[in-house]
């Protein structure tokens, strides 16, 4: 009986094998990662902001873009905390400035621009180059403060977080 030969001269059954096997190497890599953790939550500045800019200065700021989240972004396409999340198997984060949002898989603080310091600081020293924004990491822990009370039911919940 005559094998009929592919790719390599390997037997065609062969490569079917193979294919099969590089197939279920690719889905076995695809596969989800166990889940771990429940939810994210970000600081940052425009590496990270998923729509807290817009947010915080529509209607402030000339030619803000009108788009929603999850189209705010400082990007056209996904943010590295995107792919964080979607790897993790959360949801994509919510921008905190979304008030009224279930933000008990998590939340974003990141916004645009965003200083380590406080703005006092910067005002302070005379530094006029910084954007006179009020969200700084400092500001973005407050707010996480806050959410935090939003998403822990129980006082020791909220001791625990
Ligand atoms: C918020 O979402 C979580 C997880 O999806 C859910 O268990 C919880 O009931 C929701 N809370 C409210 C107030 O809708
Ligand atoms: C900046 O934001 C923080 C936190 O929300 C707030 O406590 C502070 O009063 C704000 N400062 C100014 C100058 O708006």
């Not at 729509?51 to 943010?79: D, E, H, T, W």
């Amino acid at each position: 009986m005559e094998t009929t030969r592919g790719f390599l001269g390997l037997p065609s059954w062969c490569i079917v094998l193979l294919c099969l096997a590089a197939g279920w190497m690719v889905a076995a890599e695809a596969a989800p990662l166990p889940q771990y953790y429940n939810a994210i939550f970000s600081f940052g500045d425009s590496f990270s902001d998923t729509g807290n800019f817009v947010i915080i200065n529509s209607g402030k700021l000339p030619n803000m873009p009108k788009f929603p989240p999850p189209y705010a972004r400082c990007s056209n396409g996904r943010l590295v905390i995107d792919f964080l999340a979607e790897a993790l198997g959360v949801p994509l984060l919510p921008p905190s400035a979304n008030k009224g949002t279930n933000f008990s898989q998590g939340a974003n603080f990141a916004v645009m621009g965003a200083t380590a310091l406080d703005l006092k600081y910067f005002r302070d020293n005379n530094v006029w180059s910084i954007p006179p924004f009020n969200t700084s990491m400092n500001c973005q822990l407050e707010w996480f403060q806050e959410v935090k009370e939003t998403i822990c039911s129980s006082p020791q919940g909220n001791h625990l977080l």
